[in-house]
């Protein structure tokens, strides 16, 4: 896994609302269009550099996909931004039906049987 690859798409995506509304819209269509469109630029706000050796794997890509935050999370992915892309996407729709911090209550569950264990490494 490249944590630094899916890190910064969960970054990127979560701090632009555009992209956010096309996450949520076309998971499938977005994830191809960061990856073509943003993910192999160094830096975040400069277009100078461009790397080619940056991709997802099939498992990183079908986990954004579908929108797995557990599976992301086990991959290593960082779970603050785990946390807040999917909150900013599903906040609104959970709090409707379920009252405040339903979703982030969610979450707290489908990670559950990580309590006890150590939690995969973050570090790139």
Do not use: C
Not at 17 to 35: H, N, T
Not at 97 to 118: C, T
């Amino acid at each position: 896994m490249s944590r630094y690859y899916v890190n910064k798409f969960l970054y990127q995506v979560d701090r632009d609302p555009e992209l956010l509304a096309s996450y949520k819209a076309d998971p499938d269509g977005l994830v191809e269009r960061w990856e073509a469109e943003y993910g192999r630029w160094l830096g975040t706000g400069n277009r100078v550099e461009k790397t080619s050796w940056l991709s997802f794997t099939d498992e990183e890509r079908r986990a954004l996909v579908e929108h797995d935050y557990t599976r992301l999370f086990e991959l290593g992915a960082h779970f603050f931004l785990t946390l807040t892309i999917f909150i900013a996407l599903y906040n609104d729709d959970y709090e409707t039906k379920s009252g405040p911090l339903a979703f982030q209550r969610e979450y707290a569950v489908k990670l559950a049987h990580w309590l006890g264990k150590d939690y995969p490494t973050v570090a790139l």
